[in-house]
Structures are given as C-alpha cells and as structure tokens.
C-alpha cells in the first residue's frame, strides 16, 4: 500500500514567515507535525511518502505512485486543498482528510472520499482496519480523546530537516481555559493529556541526532496547561537531558500569562532552555477579556507581567486581537499605545473570527452576524461588527501601520532591549557556528542589509547591540529581520484590503 503524505501550501501570514524565511533561505518554519505522526500510526509494511507543499510541489508522478492521498490541513489552508483534492480527481487516486479544517464542516468538501476525523490515534485505526478488510467508510469519527501515552514518536526521516527554520514535537493537547473564540477546547478538551517524559526524551534524542536546528518547538496549545506535572517530571527530566547531551538548540512554545505568577516554573523553563514564548494577551480592555472568557487575564496587570518575563529572559511574541464587541473605536489607539510600550518584538494583530465550533461562533449565528464570504485571513472576519465593517477596517489598517511601520519596530526592539535581561541559568546552552549559519548570516545582511527599502533600521539595531551591549548582537540580527518580516506583512495585508 502506498500512502502520500500532502501537507497544504500556508498562505502568506504572520505564523508562515515567509519573509523571514526568504531571508533566511530556509523553504518553511517546521515540519508537518500531524502527518509525520499520522506515518508512524500506519502499518509498518505500508509505503509511505510525504510533499510539503510549502518546500517543494506535487507531480504526477506521485499521484501515479499513490493508492491514497493523505491531506491533514488547517482552516487558513482551505484553498490549498481544494487544489490538491483537484489533482487527486484528476489523477484518479483516493483522497482522505483530517485536521481542523474538516472536523466540523467535512461536508462541504464533498469530492474528498474519506475523513478521519477528531485524534487520529482513535480513528485512523478504525480506517486501516477496514483497508484491510476491503470495507470502507466515508467518516471515521470519536468523541473521546486520545491516550498521548500511546502516541507513537513521529517519522522525521520523511523531510528533509534542512529545509525548515527548526524542528517541532508535542508534549500535551488541550486548555484549561476557554476564551469563546478558540477552538481547542471544543476539538481537544479542556483537561490536560500529556505523552510521558520519556516520549519527549526519545523524541528530543531523535532530533538531536537528526537535525542542526537551533530551535526547537513545542507545539502545545498551552504548555502550562498542567504546571504541577511540568514542574515535577517533564521540565527535570528536560534538565537531566540538556546536562547530558548538550544539544546546542533551544525551545519555544505556547503559553498562558499566568506563567507570571509562578516564579519556580520561571526558573524550570529558563533550565530546559525555553527562551521564545508565544502569549495570547488579545487586549488591554479588562471589558473585552470578560465578554470573551479570557478570565486568566482579568485582574492582573499584563504590562507588568511581560515585563517580569522579558526581565526573566523570554522573547515574547504576542497575539492581539480587535473587533470584539465590547471595542470601541478607541481601542485601535490604545491597543497601539499598550503594544508599544510592552517592547514585545513581535506583535501578532488580527480582527476577531468566530471557528467553527466555537461558542462565539454559535452566538454570532444566533444574533445572524456570521458573514457568508469569508477565508481564514489576516485582516479578515467572518463576524459583523457592532462598531461596523468599515469603522474596523479602518481602524485595523490605522493599528498596523502604527506598529509594523519599520520606525515603529525599531522604536519597539529599543524599548524591549531595555527592559530584557539574558537569562540566570544553571544549564549552560553550547554556542555553535557551523557552515549552515555563517550562510545564513551572510544571506540575512545581503536580504535585509542591502536589498530591503528600509535597511537602515536593521542597521540601527545593530549598531546599538555594538554599543550598548554586543551580547545582544545575534538577537539584534534576528528582530532586525523580522523587521522586515513585520512590515512585509504589513503590505501583503495592506494589499489585499484594497481589493
């Protein structure tokens, strides 16, 4: 049986970096998780090849070669796949879908022949069996969840590793919290599952000795999910691990701001050699975190808090959202104004959208405020705004331009550098330059120091690293090109609402 693995093109977003990526000369940001997992739940004998659409293209060839085609797709990668499904009809090879996308709205993709659908541990069993049994099903489906213990360690020998910025693995799934606009509560639960530690251990082992990444990411919807089991057996066992082998990268993940609170889980994070984390902060207005169940962001000063953790040794990336229905045309201004003063080198802003399966979106379908023309975009909603369409768009397009404008990066790196400290650690990480890097470096100067319009901010950020602190000059270097990254962005959204 031969199985081709197709991971959808991302379309050019903040999460995909692909300026970024252009300058660094790497083809994506990481590896198609999912379906290097979903290979190692197929049986052994069967033949299995994987396309990112993102790194390279689907031929004939492959479709030739297939018996299925696998798709695993996000929302944001609708009209990817409605591509590939294209092919594969043409070709005349079956296709079979699973992943946010279609979990719950598998029916409006009717020329797709199979979906397996929800945790695939539990219901890509259910699919082989009946391969084997020549008895077929068109949904494969559960309602319960996964035991991550028994998920097995994903096939990384399917991509190339040094096509991708850094390399990616999975600890837990789920959120205890739900913030009405997000899905994974609905798709993964709010309790917390996790692998065990020696899942992570093998995992990172395979890695290490696999790849030259020097970042490393957890993907967990919220890392801190379960700060009792991290802080007793994963972060220990990770620590144990980083004085063995002294791998030379580092971690970034996702979290909740409550990570603030807990001064000992600080501690453990920075030993593992957690350095980026990615906290979704939405907005300053305590009104706006209520209406949409973000309580663990009420009664706190967030300010304060991505100060402490920036003072700990974090990068943060943040996410930001407007259009909530508590906002008022002030909030573009004053989100602007918080952003700013944070230092948070990388703001990631969007308009509130309602997924499917949301409580937001069952409430927007209540009140009749769900827009029928919609895509997964930067810039776009699928919600019809109290305030109304135009006051948003605007003022969305004014917040931007207020932050991503490269004299504002700038203005926003100097103030981060002012307040970051590098971190206090036991566990010293191994600095280590390689032909790989020196490239890397010698592409991002040529890119972003004599290509880009307004390379003289890039410039300006180092030379204050030269001045005020040289143990600042790599991070100088890479917020220097996201610089470029931000404010590429910025156009590619610019652009597309003149449309």
Known sequence: MNIL??????????????????????????????????????????????????????TKKDLVWANFVFISAMNVQEDSVRQIVSQCRQAGVRTVAGGSLFTNEHERFPDIDHFILNEAELTLPLFVEDVKGGTLHQLYQSSEFADLTQSPLPDYTLVKAGDYLYSILQYSRGCPYQCDFCDVTALLGRRIRTKDPDQIIQELDSINQNSDTRLVLFADDNLIGNKKKLKEELLPAIIEWRKKNRPSFLFATQLSIDLADDSRLISLLIDAGFRQIFIGIETPDEGSLSGSGKKQNLKRNQLDDIRKLQKAGFFIAGGFIVGFDQDTPAIFQRQADFIQESGIPLPIVNILKAPPCTELYQRMKQQGRLSEQFAFAEGDTNIIPLMGEETLRVGFMNLITGIYEPAKSYERLITFFNIYRPPVSRIKVPVRYGFRDIGMAARIFYVVGIQYRHRKYFWKLIRWALRNNRHYLDVAILYGTMIYQMHQTFLHIKQNSQK
């Open 5 to 58: 693995l197709v991971y959808p093109q991302m379309p050019d977003t903040f999460y995909a970096m692909k300026h970024f990526l252009y300058a660094t000369g790497k083809k994506s940001a990481y590896p198609p998780l999912g379906l290097l997992t979903i290979a190692s739940l197929l049986p052994p004998d069967w033949c299995k090849k994987l396309v990112d659409l993102n790194t390279t293209s689907l």
